[in-house]
């Protein structure tokens, strides 16, 4: 299983960015899949998640109507298109596929900072 992020940088407040996650090795298609983030000093937190066949979206309450998360399973991909960020968006983000209860994989995860 591999996970890539992309499209991480840095952002004024009130910008956008689109992260991207490339998935390989398990059949995408099959799988729910979600963004996740970890700001510093911080736990781990879920940001969103969409199910296999990206018919059905959680958020995160901090990424409700500002996050959307989407999935083109042709190109075995996700994307979290993020509009209006705030300071408090700063974080690492990953990409992560939930396996079983035993197995859980997780991209490198791509830096997001906003600030002016």
């Known amino acids: 299983v591999q996970l890539v992020e992309s499209g991480g940088g840095l952002v004024q407040p009130g910008g956008s960015l689109r992260l991207s996650c490339a998935a390989s090795g398990f059949t995408f298609s099959n799988y729910a899949m979600s963004w996740y983030r970890q700001a510093p000093g911080k736990e781990r937190e879920l940001v969103a998640r969409?199910?296999?066949?990206?018919?059905?979206?959680n958020y995160a309450d901090s990424a409700k109507g500002r996050f959307t998360i989407s999935r083109d399973n042709a190109k075995n991909a996700i994307y979290l298109q993020m509009n209006n960020l705030k300071p408090e968006d700063t974080a690492v983000y990953y990409c992560?596929?939930?396996?079983?209860?035993?197995?859980?994989?997780w991209g490198q995860g791509t830096q997001v900072t906003v600030s002016s």
């Open positions: 969409i199910n296999n066949a990206g018919g059905a979206t």
């Open positions: 992560v596929v939930v396996m079983s209860v035993w197995s859980r994989y």
